[in-house]
């Protein structure tokens, strides 16, 4: 109901969509973290993330999904697939995605060599691979290991290790614009959800401006749900979090 | 590369995708756990998990993904959105993308009234709600808390609960079509990816009915990559591991 929620308050936030590349979270081998964080940082700077993919390193599904997302949103955020190693495919498949041409770019070899002489390695072709960079695109700052991601229309293309793919995104939120931040507040009642549905409905119908969520857990036989309000306007959010507290006395923040 | 390799060998094993429904995810509130839940089951079963969606509480975005994913893959699992409360729109979304009727049906009524009355609860109309089925569909049993989820189509409708979703999934898994389980060996390798992706790219190139994955890592500022080799002919993985550990001795199983 989030988005019914938003449109009738008239938010116009920001949107956002998340595509996560890789075979190893298909596979079941990884866990992806990189969207908890994403969604973390773009929830405290009122941004809407309202969707997120995950493909394989498979250019067809890449170019799709990328075509898809930024026709829809205002922003797509990517992770993985920009390092040296064969498997590695999705600069060439941004570019292909937006018709745009790619090639070794000056200013990322000349960021790359700079990293690559101090550290005395060598410049292997593979490692130069990381200097293709779509035209028209602006670098994402890798302060970790040099090799930058990069920014092309609304797709900001960040590498997947976590540390890494963390310090692309504060590198691009620093330069796009934000939005109202969403408040929330939230109450845990350990009562079956089938108990409150009924007086937690009849709230959010009287709060149509917030949008109220209920998130049922069952841990040790006792089964319960966490009741989540969020908002953009504090004061409206709290008055609904007492009228909750008063629904349902037993619950802990 | 994963799904080049298996349109080269021919694998003709069933595909899957995941659709996540919940803004608690995207809002940054809950991390997901089931994707790697699923991921895990369906390769040693054989099915192909090629992309997986995250949609907020919103019928469009729901009603939108379920029948993209629905018309590509063999199957699409989803958890979550079908509990008692009012954000719980999951069954009435996809009954729409299908053009199915829905309604309570005495199936899975019959199913909500025993547990109900075994527990002394009250039938309160929200929990009938659970009873909601669209027409054509085959339950999925809950042995955790009863209300059943449902497949239409090739559809699997699970809930979001981890405990609920696992067991869901097995008894979906209990009556589809398996395929030949991938086999996946791997190796960590404590370099950095720039210096062994010449000769990984080569190898992988010798074995092109192989998937070969390097997913790199950085911990405690030491670089490095865990290279993956997955296929369905065992004997063929292992002979590439061992092409694996010569091109790097110094690496770990």
């Known amino acids: 109901m989030e988005a019914d929620v938003k449109a009738a308050t008239g938010m116009a936030n920001p ?4 595509l996560v590349i890789g075979d190893e979270i298909l596979s079941g081998r990884t866990r992806d973290t990189n969207l908890h964080h994403l969604a973390g940082v773009l929830a405290t700077h009122g941004i809407d993330l309202r969707e997120a993919r995950v493909v394989a390193d498979d ?46 770019r000056d200013d990322a070899k000349a960021i790359l060599m700079d990293f690559i002489t101090a550290r005395g390695v060598e410049a292997t072709p593979e490692r130069m691979r990381m200097a293709r960079i779509p035209e028209g695109a602006v670098l994402i700052e890798n302060p970790v290991s040099a090799a930058p991601g990069f920014s092309l229309g609304n797709v900001h293309v960040c590498a997947g290790v976590p540390k890494i793919f ?88």
């Open 59 to 104: 250019r067809t599904a890449i170019v799709a999904a990328v075509r898809a997302l930024s026709a829809t949103y205002t922003h797509v955020f990517t992770s993985g697939g920009i390092g040296p190693t064969h498997d590695d495919i999705t600069a060439d498949a941004i570019a292909e995605a937006f018709g745009a041409a790619i090639d070794i």
């Open 15 to 18: 949107t956002a969509a998340m």
């Open 166 to 253: 963390e310090a692309m995104v504060a590198g691009v939120m620093a330069r796009i614009e934000h939005g109202q931040p969403v408040m929330s507040q939230s109450l845990r009642v350990e009562r079956p959800e089938g108990e409150i549905a009924g007086p937690l409905g009849a709230l959010a119908e009287r709060y149509p401006a917030l949008s109220i969520g209920s998130y049922p857990f069952s841990e040790g036989g006792v089964f319960g749900a966490n009741i989540v309000v969020r908002g953009v306007e504090g004061a409206m959010v709290s008055a609904a979090m007492v009228e909750l507290g008063r629904l349902f006395p037993e619950a802990t923040r």
